[in-house]
């Protein structure tokens, strides 16, 4: 049980991470704001583990190889633009994470891990339901908490934000890519 708990704090950090960011990055969020985004990365947290274990070996071979750049391509596009939008100060929509596509993309692309980790799941014959429960559960709180956090450090920021959730996103890509390739 607590080498599961390990786990799942392992998975939530870079969900955890993206939270501090948007809860920096909206404006006098409210509290369903928080649930949304914490709901939407447990709810993948805990989904592709699952996935991962009734899928099995056969998707670690198809998709173990490139994991880590599917991940990593999507933060760097998104960190990106966000970087780029609050540069250049646009006056279009602000990429954050209370638009629904961008909170789909994003609790994706943090939970590639996840589903390589449901297939190690399987073969270690870990109970599959206590343990998405335990990662789902666990990402929940956590993004809960480090909304929260954001938001309180959007006064600190002063209008950065979007360059500080940009660069959150752009490290995050990094560091799953480095810890795959090193």
């Not at 699952?50 to 994991?67: H, Q, R, S, T, Y």
């Not at 297939?119 to 206590?130: G, N």
């Not at 959150?168 to 890509?173: K, R, W, Y």
Request: hydrophobic share 55%.
């Amino acid at each position: 049980m607590l080498s599961l708990f390990f786990i799942a704090v392992a998975l939530a950090m870079d969900s955890f991470s993206l939270s501090i960011a948007g809860g920096a990055a909206i404006k006098s969020p409210k509290v369903h704001h928080t649930v949304k985004i914490a709901f939407f990365f447990g709810f993948f947290q805990a989904l592709m583990p699952l996935l991962g274990w009734f899928i099995g070996e056969n998707l670690e071979k198809a998709v173990g190889g490139f994991d880590h750049w599917v991940a990593f391509f999507l933060l760097f596009f998104v960190g990106a633009k966000m970087i780029y939008d609050s540069v250049k100060n646009r006056s279009e929509k602000k990429v954050n994470l209370s638009d629904h596509k961008m909170l789909f993309l994003l609790s994706f692309a943090t939970s590639i891990d996840a589903l390589i980790t449901g297939i190690t799941l399987k073969f270690l014959d870990t109970p599959i339901l206590l343990s998405v429960s335990v990662i789902g559960v666990i990402t929940f709180l956590l993004c809960f908490i480090g909304f929260w956090l954001g938001e309180k450090l959007s006064s600190v920021a002063s209008g950065k934000a979007e360059i500080f959730g940009g660069i959150v996103l752009i490290g995050i890509g990094i560091k799953i890519l480095t810890d795959h390739l090193f």
